[in-house]
């Protein structure tokens, strides 16, 4: 951790100091994705995502299409031949291969990048990730006078204890 001495005149800042021991303790868990999804793998991709999909027709090797296979079938593309391209990442495959792969998982077959889905659980846990990955990363560098992100990071740490009672309660009531 990066400490830095106290200015003259100020003293301690009791929530910062908590928030630091929850993270060192390791008592603040990460999105729980095995719980919160007990199969294991991401929901299929949203259709609204897979029908907005940009095709192109492949131009043949260039700097732009290095790769000259489809990843998924691991056959070449031949030619103005149909493929799609994925916004976040830029992989491309073959359009149905690709549209198939969707439809069971809404990550690239490449380097695993999420993707849209039409689950409202699974898009919530994404975001929630996100935000905790964020508030760990600023809280490790932040100042006594930060207050607010202190308090963001207080909120979503009882946000969490107070999701996981809710789980213990409908388990131990099967509600």
């Given at each position: 951790?990066?400490f830095q001495?106290?200015?003259d005149?100020?003293?301690p800042?009791?929530?910062?100091?908590?928030?630091?021991?929850?993270?060192?303790?390791g008592?603040?868990?990460e999105v729980?994705w095995?719980e919160?999804?007990?199969?294991?793998?991401?929901?299929?991709?949203?259709?609204?995502?897979i029908?907005s999909?940009?095709v192109v027709?492949?131009?043949?090797?260039?700097k732009?299409?290095v790769?000259?296979?489809?990843?998924?079938?691991?056959?070449?593309?031949?030619?103005?031949?149909?493929i799609?391209?994925?916004?976040?990442?830029?992989?491309n495959?073959h359009t149905?291969?690709?549209?198939?792969?969707l439809?069971?998982t809404?990550?690239?077959?490449?380097c695993?990048?999420?993707?849209?889905?039409?689950?409202?659980?699974?898009?919530?846990?994404?975001k929630?990730?996100?935000?905790?990955?964020?508030?760990k990363?600023r809280?490790?560098?932040v100042?006594p006078?930060n207050?607010?992100?202190?308090?963001?990071?207080?909120?979503?740490v009882?946000?969490?204890?107070a999701?996981?009672?809710?789980?213990?309660l409908?388990?131990?009531?099967?509600?």
């Amino acid at each position: 951790m990066n400490f830095q001495p106290l200015p003259d005149g100020q003293g301690p800042n009791q929530q910062l100091e908590l928030a630091r021991f929850l993270l060192d303790q390791g008592l603040v868990d990460e999105v729980d994705w095995e719980e919160a999804f007990p199969n294991g793998k991401p929901p299929p991709a949203s259709t609204e995502f897979i029908n907005s999909l940009l095709v192109v027709d492949f131009p043949g090797p260039n700097k732009e299409f290095v790769d000259v296979r489809c990843p998924i079938c691991n056959l070449l593309y031949e030619e103005d031949e149909k493929i799609c391209v994925l916004p976040q990442c830029k992989h491309n495959f073959h359009t149905k291969c690709l549209t198939i792969w969707l439809k069971f998982t809404s990550t690239c077959p490449m380097c695993r990048i999420f993707l849209p889905t039409d689950c409202e659980a699974w898009e919530n846990a994404k975001k929630m990730k996100k935000e905790q990955e964020y508030l760990k990363k600023r809280i490790e560098t932040v100042t006594p006078s930060n207050v607010q992100l202190i308090e963001k990071f207080y909120d979503f740490v009882h946000f969490v204890a107070a999701a996981d009672n809710i789980r213990y309660l409908k388990s131990v009531f099967l509600l």
